[in-house]
């Protein structure tokens, strides 16, 4: 079992940036991780996804361009740097990790996840 911790949520003016980190409690490169979001009122939305060894990774229209998740598995944590922020991407957002076997996959749905983070607060002020 594997503990995840998000920090690098905060207040940001629109056009800012800001890079979330997300670090696990044990060894992360046997993990698929990934990030998600969830405003209020709305369903937990997929972000992004990086494979376990960081080679393949995938993103919702939405943020391509704009934000790139990368890891560090020999520091155990997996990032989300997020620039151009948008009051949109306003949301309380989640990593998580599932076990895989392979090392190319990228996962999207929330339950195709087994460990969640607690959240960190994203607020992007017009």
């Known amino acids: 079992q594997v503990q995840l911790v998000e920090s690098g949520g905060g207040l940001v003016q629109a056009g800012g940036s800001l890079r979330l980190s997300c670090a696990a409690s044990?060894?992360?490169?046997?993990?698929?991780m990934g990030w998600f979001r969830q405003a209020p009122g709305k369903e937990r939305e997929f972000v992004a996804a990086?494979?376990?060894?960081?080679?393949?990774?995938y993103y919702v229209d939405s943020v391509k361009g704009r934000f790139t998740i990368s890891r560090d598995n020999a520091k155990n944590t997996i990032f989300m740097q997020m620039n151009s922020l948008k009051p949109g991407d306003t949301a309380v957002y989640y990593c998580?990790?599932?076990?895989?076997?392979?090392?190319?996959?990228?996962?999207?749905?929330?339950?195709?996840?087994?460990?969640w983070g607690q959240g960190t607060q994203v607020t992007v002020s017009s």
């Open positions: 990086i494979s376990r060894r960081g080679g393949i990774t």
């Open positions: 998580a990790a599932r076990l895989s076997t392979t090392v190319y996959s990228t996962y999207r749905r929330p339950d195709d996840y087994n460990y």
């Open positions: 044990g060894p992360s490169s046997s993990y698929a």
